[in-house]
């Protein structure tokens, strides 16, 4: 057992190692953005999106790390409940790197721009503080200290305080026509970013707290034991019943806080954005300048809009019954192109339909699956480029209906291939933005086939393209 314990040691502090390295590359990185941003330095800015992939890696790495550890120290079973914190704590940190990448890209859209004497400042101030608060995360991760995790959520006030200060300069600066609306604009979501890297950081001490308060003395796991299994003959040596117990509890706990935080952000930027662009547009005279700002009032308003339908059509997902209906495949093929047309209309993209046996049929509701098969070929419009094509090929496999939409876009990393139905993540934050996504469409997608019995399963090469499928089990030809 001692061996067993010490290799697990050694497997942990790999893993911990490699969280410490993300953890400074990060706040290495904001530094670095910072400065190229307010010194207008698109190239460094270049050259940091694309370093970009060394958090990647390491990310990479501490997961196969975890997922290795948790198939070999079985047991052991105690203590892998680190194991489990190594794995959000990661998610955070490589989120953490897409901010970085995503504030670089900004630094390279803000070319020409000029912050003042007071915006330097306090966006560099925002950046020390985001560092401060990654440097310290990681470092409570390691000591598992809890008070110290604690102390995270003061760090992020002070975030917040600096955060809300730059908004209402960068505002009366605009009032004053000393900044112009686009840079505003801009500014203001940089702001926003770095907001979110506190967010994260915050997320890590939060978790790394409820992993500690989390640990239960030994006599006390017996106890849960016996009173699970109602009797005194299970020796629970490991704990291993007890601890998975507590651990659904809680991770049903965090993914519910999760959800709250991150609706609560996704509305915020949108919402951010129209109070700002109305207040310029409130002061600016020139016809043009006024036209631009109502079309991205437009915009923005539209996409709380989207957010709200799609958080709305999850609820519904989750809380009513799906009816068992027979419906036609070809027919749910047809309702799910005609919805996409405009879209791929608008996107110069084609869509080919490849070969629909009539006779299928499948059972559920026909809402729900003209919904999914729509987001899927949206999302292939979307990501594709204009005058491509994409197909969508209906077969019969296995008992099983497949509903495979293909594109030649720009395909999705395989790091990234299972996340991409987790409620708002997006590869590309800001393709996702530009052509309107809301982050929920493949989560509901991924709902559908569940509540039909089916699956949705994706196949990606970066550059590319992407292949998603569909599956959905036959009722067979409807006799009458
Ligand atoms: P979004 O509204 O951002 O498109 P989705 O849930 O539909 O949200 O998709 C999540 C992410 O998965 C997208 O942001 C995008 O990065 C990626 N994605 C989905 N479909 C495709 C596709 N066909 N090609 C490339 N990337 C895709």
């Known amino acids: 057992m001692t061996e067993i314990r010490s290799q697990l040691d050694d497997r942990l502090s790999v893993i911990e190692n490699k969280l410490l390295e993300m953890a400074e590359l ?100 925002m950046s020390a503080q985001a560092q401060v608060l990654m440097r310290r995360a990681a470092e409570s991760f390691r000591s598992r200290d809890a008070e110290l995790a604690a102390s995270i959520d003061e760090l992020d006030d002070v975030l917040d305080e600096l955060h809300y200060r730059y908004i209402q300069h960068v505002i009366a600066d605009a009032r004053r026509g000393e900044l ?8 203001a979501l940089v702001g926003r970013f770095y907001e979110r890297i506190g967010d994260h950081a915050e997320n890590i ?22 009173a699970r299994l109602g009797s005194d003959e299970f020796r629970p040596t490991r704990g291993l019943a007890v601890i998975d117990s507590v651990a659904e509890e809680r991770r049903v706990d965090a993914i519910r806080r999760d959800f709250v935080a991150n609706v609560s952000h996704e509305l915020k930027t949108p919402v951010g954005a129209i109070s700002l662009l109305a207040e310029t547009l409130a002061s600016e005279r020139d016809e043009t300048d006024r036209e631009r700002l109502t079309d991205m009032l437009q915009r923005e308003a539209k996409r709380v809009g989207d957010i709200i339908d799609d958080l709305l059509e999850l609820t519904r997902l989750e809380e009513t019954e799906t009816a068992t209906k027979k419906i036609d495949v070809d027919d749910i093929v047809r309702r799910a192109v005609d919805k996409a047309r405009g879209l791929a209309d608008a996107h110069r993209v084609e869509i080919a339909v490849v070969g629909v046996p009539s006779d299928l049929v499948v059972r559920g509701e026909r809402r729900q699956i003209v919904r999914a098969l729509t987001n899927l070929i949206d999302n292939a419009v979307r990501y594709s480029d204009p005058d491509s094509q994409i197909s969508l090929t209906v077969d019969a496999i296995d008992g099983a209906v497949t ?31 530009e052509t309107g996504g809301t982050g929920l469409g493949l989560a509901i997608v ?6 039909h019995g089916g699956k949705v399963l994706v196949e990606s090469k970066p550059g590319e393209g992407s292949s998603f499928v569909l599956q959905l089990p036959i009722v067979g030809a409807d006799p009458s």
């Open 446 to 451: 991924r709902h559908v086939a569940q509540n």
């Open 26 to 125: 990060v706040s290495v990185r904001v530094g670095d953005v910072t400065s190229a941003m307010l010194e207008g330095d698109v190239a460094a800015a270049d050259i940091l999106v694309r370093a970009d992939d060394d958090i990647d890696l390491l990310s990479l790495q501490v997961e196969e790390g975890c997922i290795d550890t948790l198939v070999r120290e079985q047991p052991v079973a105690r203590d892998l409940r680190f194991v489990v914190a190594a794995m959000h704590i990661n998610t955070d940190m490589e989120r953490s790197g897409d901010l970085v990448s995503n504030i670089a890209k900004a630094v390279g859209r803000l070319q020409g721009a000029h912050p003042d004497d007071h915006v330097r400042d306090l966006v560099a101030r």
């Open 180 to 187: 112009d609306p686009q840079q505003s604009l801009q500014l």
């Open 403 to 433: 509903l495979t939409v293909r594109d030649t876009g720009v395909g999705i990393p395989r790091t990234e291939l299972e996340r991409v139905f987790e409620r708002f993540y997006r590869v590309d934050r800001a393709r996702s933005r």
């Open 205 to 226: 001490g939060e978790r790394v707290r409820y992993i500690i308060d989390g640990w239960l003395p030994e006599a006390q796991a017996a106890e849960r034991a016996r």
